[in-house]
């Protein structure tokens, strides 16, 4: 049976790994898009981006374009798999595995 | 800790919410600049035919050949990425060219079955077709098409409408640029 992931668990952080998880196989995704698609404010992706950094999920890329700094964010192999579990958890909740 | 059944259905779907987002998001980064290029071809398009009409066809064929190449790329360069499936990247390539050509087809077939006299109507048509397609493409995916869908619809007919000497320019500047600006905000979105 699949695990809670507690970390991920949080709706902001859930947003940004589903958002991150959707574009795994492609460039890193930049701090603005990731904010759109996320719904979150500034402070609030930075924190949480953050904290998924620490837990070794997500890895922030930071460099230049021209003059202008980027940020952009994707998750890691370690992510993904937690990302995999977490969602393979909340699937048997609603189908009632271990009832 | 455990969650209950409820929340763990809303956690889903707000997953899922958030995955469809990311794609649109992503359909939206990859039409800007294809939109910006048509934009571009459009411009120097009328220009040359409000120019020098007897021109245009030979001005028009090499021009959307260019378009659709140009868009082939895109879409291929959008999709494509370390790691991403070469054969999705090439198969959204395919169906971006298809669509533009049977788009061409649709334009010279019409105007050849219903030849009209107006020597206005062949540089408004392409305006009010493009126009129709986009509203399609928006009303079923990208929401953001369709407004550009319409505006160049209305664009085109007030051009055809009210100033018919200078429709050529107004469709480089309207309809060319309309494209551009739109593909600029498409790519903000």
Known sequence: MAQLDELIHQPLRLKIMAALYAERDRQPVEFSRLKAVTQATDGNLGSHLTALERAGYVEIVKDFVGKKPRTRATVTPVGRKAFRGHVDYLREVVEGVGD | ?189
Not at chain 2, 19 to 33: K, M, Q
Not at chain 2, 61 to 73: E, F, K, Q, R, T
């Open chain 2, 1 to 189: 800790m455990g969650v209950s059944r409820t929340e763990a259905a809303a956690a889903l779907s707000d997953i899922e919410q958030t995955t469809s987002r990311s794609h649109l998001s992503r359909g939206y980064l990859i039409s800007g600049p294809i939109l910006m290029t048509w934009g571009a071809i459009w411009v120097a398009g009328y220009l040359a035919t409000g120019l020098k009409p007897e021109w245009s066809g030979a001005v028009w064929l090499p021009l959307d050949l260019i378009g659709v190449v140009a868009s082939i790329v895109l879409a291929m360069r959008g999709r494509s990425a370390p790691g991403a499936g070469a054969g999705a990247a090439a198969g959204l390539g395919w169906r971006s060219a298809i669509g533009a050509l049977a788009v061409t087809a649709f334009i010279v077939v019409t105007f050849n079955l219903f030849r009209p006299v107006d020597p206005q109507a062949p540089v408004a048509y392409p305006g009010l077709i493009c126009g129709l397609v986009y509203v399609i493409m928006g009303v079923w995916r990208m929401t953001r098409f369709a407004w550009i869908g319409a505006a160049m619809f209305v664009a085109t007919l007030i051009g055809y409408r009210l100033f018919p000497d200078i429709l050529p320019f107004w469709m480089a500047a309207v309809g060319g640029g309309g494209l551009m600006l739109g593909g600029l905000w498409m790519r903000r979105a």
